[in-house]
């Protein structure tokens, strides 16, 4: 079945940068959609950033300029390279991916912390 693995989180000074990786058991061309998702402590998930399967990306407006999705298709990868972080930014964030079918998977998360 497929899955995702989320990896590159952790504490990070304001103003410091962090790359999230997402690993897919599968071939990334496979999923109609992918995307970066956040979700602090009692609030809803929302959305980061999603990458197409043509390459087409999209922001949130508290992410843009500072964040950038991109992808690696022979690594099965999509990355989400974060700069300028703010404490606002901390989140536990996922990788999602939506299959042409309709439906979604979801990495287990990872935690980012951004704090002095």
């Known amino acids: 079945q497929v899955q995702l693995v989320e990896s590159g989180g952790g504490l990070v000074q304001p103003g410091g940068s962090l790359r999230l990786s997402c690993a897919a058991s599968?071939?990334?061309?496979?999923?109609?959609?992918m995307g970066w998702y956040r979700q602090a402590p009692g609030k809803q998930r929302e959305l980061v950033a999603t990458?197409?399967?043509?390459?087409?990306?999209n922001y949130a407006d508290s992410v843009k300029g500072r964040f950038t999705i991109s992808r690696d298709n022979a690594k099965k990868t999509v990355y989400l390279q974060m700069n300028s972080l703010k404490p606002e930014d901390t989140a536990v964030y996922y990788c999602?991916?939506?299959?042409?079918?309709?439906?979604?998977?979801w990495g287990q998360g990872t935690q980012v912390t951004v704090s002095s």
């Open positions: 999602n991916g939506g299959m042409w079918s309709g439906t979604n998977y």
């Open positions: 599968r071939n990334i061309f496979s999923f109609y959609v």
């Open positions: 990458i197409s399967s043509g390459g087409g990306t």
